[in-house]
């Protein structure tokens, strides 16, 4: 190999190596305004790692779903607006584009609290996802069976009417649907809401199999910490439209505030409801 070829060669690998280091999602410093008067989000920056899964922690009201659909581009249908900073998903600025390009560009949001077609069985809810990508029927029977595979309660109930099964078979149809749009990164608000510990455990581990052999990269908005801490590869804790911490799942969970202030333990062991009226210390951020 000559000297030319070999510096071609490197410089090849180099543009590699920069896009694999990329983030597929950078959020920068982006301010959040409501029917033009309520400021909800100020100076929120954070990154999501090609095939990571992020979490974006807090109590409810700190500003997690304003983000989400922020990233997503939903919030003009909540009359919100990003009035400052940028978002850009696989290096392109995206806060123009409209809810249906992002979803063409391979992101896709699962809405807090399910949102599946009542009236229609579980097979076709699943369906209607792959109607945002051109595809043939019998590609949508491949794609089905995917699903069916991470999802096998789905299968066993595809003919049932989505607003007859459990509240976990329908946040199941959820992210099912969500997945036969083939996205390469998915957005997920509060998927644990309203559902029992061991509903809870069985759909998280689903979406860390989505995400490992898959490849789809996740952010994850919840409130359930201990849960979201124990699936996420890196976290950001909200409060009050803004991130107060940020580090990998291990250093927060080892984090003295976080374990007292999210996960309800203190040095002595896991506090009272009682004991949670008053806080012993104050958080270091504040």
């Not at 792959?130 to 699903?147: C, F, G, S, T």
């Not at 439209?241 to 799942?249: L, V, W």
Request: net charge positive; glycine share 10%.
């Amino acid at each position: 190999m000559n000297t030319a070829t070999a510096s071609a060669s490197l410089t090849g690998s180099a543009a590699v190596s920069q896009a694999a280091a990329q983030p597929i999602l950078a959020v920068k410093n982006i301010e959040v305004i409501y029917d033009h008067v309520i400021l909800v989000l100020r100076g929120v920056s954070f990154e999501v790692p090609q095939g990571k899964i992020v979490a974006l922690l807090g109590a409810n009201g700190a500003g997690k779903s304003t983000t989400l659909k922020s990233v997503s581009t939903l919030l003009a249908s909540e009359r919100g607006e990003v009035t400052k900073g940028s978002i850009e998903f696989r290096g392109q600025r995206t806060e123009a584009l409209a809810p249906g390009e992002m979803v063409g560009m391979g992101m896709v949001q699962v809405m807090e609290g399910r949102h599946c077609f009542g009236h229609l069985s579980v097979e076709d809810n699943l369906i209607t996802g792959a109607y945002a990508r051109p595809i043939n029927r019998a590609q949508v029977r491949d794609e089905l069976e995917k699903i069916y595979a991470y999802f096998p309660r789905l299968k066993t109930r595809r003919t049932s009417l989505a607003g007859y099964t459990s509240g976990g078979e329908q946040q199941m149809v959820a992210i099912g649907r969500a997945m036969m749009a083939k996205p390469s990164m998915l957005l997920l608000d509060e998927p644990s809401m309203g559902l029992a510990p061991q509903i809870v455990a069985e759909i998280f581990e689903i979406v860390r199999e989505l995400n490992q052999k898959e490849g789809v990269s996740i952010l994850l908005a919840e409130q359930n910490t201990n849960v979201a801490l124990k699936y996420a590869d890196y976290g950001y804790i909200l409060e009050s439209g803004r991130i107060m911490m940020d580090g990998t799942a291990k250093e927060l969970s080892e984090n003295a505030d976080v374990k007292e202030f999210y996960l309800g333990l203190a040095k002595e062991g896991r506090k009272s409801f009682r004991g949670m009226k008053s806080y012993r210390r104050r958080k270091r951020w504040l």
